[in-house]
């Protein structure tokens, strides 16, 4: 059975929706699925995970959240021997018209060792297909 991790930082709510989402995703693929806020994640959570998810509201069209996420994954920065070609999703909100945040997020966690393989950045609440396309991402990190 494949283990997903699926970490988050939500302010709103729309975040943790798409997040249980995926999992269910997951969940329906056969993996054993951890849900968690950024702040009640720890390390632990990504390196014994198969695959990873992480979420997050975007700050401005070139930032994640800064104040529990941004943290939280730098940590991953110096484990990349760890974490090399681990399957990873990225999905994020946002409220302006750019959203080149998330191709600075994937360059990064690229960086980090991460095999992204799926991301999804909403403009402000996710719609029907944006909720059945990340529930598709939660399937795909349980193959």
């Known amino acids: 059975m494949k283990k997903v991790s699926i970490i988050y930082w939500s302010c709103g709510g729309n975040i943790e929706f798409l997040a ?3 999992a269910d995703g997951a969940r329906e693929q056969g993996a054993e699925v951890n849900v968690k806020h950024v702040a009640d994640a720890t390390i632990n959570d990504v390196l014994d995970a198969d695959a990873v998810a992480f979420g997050s509201p975007a700050v401005d069209s070139t930032k994640i959240e800064q104040e529990e996420m941004k943290p939280f994954l730098e940590q991953l920065k110096n484990l990349s021997d760890k974490n090399k070609n681990k399957d990873c999703i990225l999905f994020a909100t946002y409220g302006w018209i750019e959203n080149t ?9 690229t960086s980090y060792g991460f095999n992204v393989i799926g991301d999804l950045a909403v403009k402000e609440s996710p719609t029907k297909n944006q909720v059945e396309f990340v529930k598709e991402l939660g399937k795909q990190l349980a193959k």
């Open 101 to 109: 945040f998330m191709e600075i997020w994937k360059n990064e966690m």
């Open 20 to 22: 249980n989402i995926m």
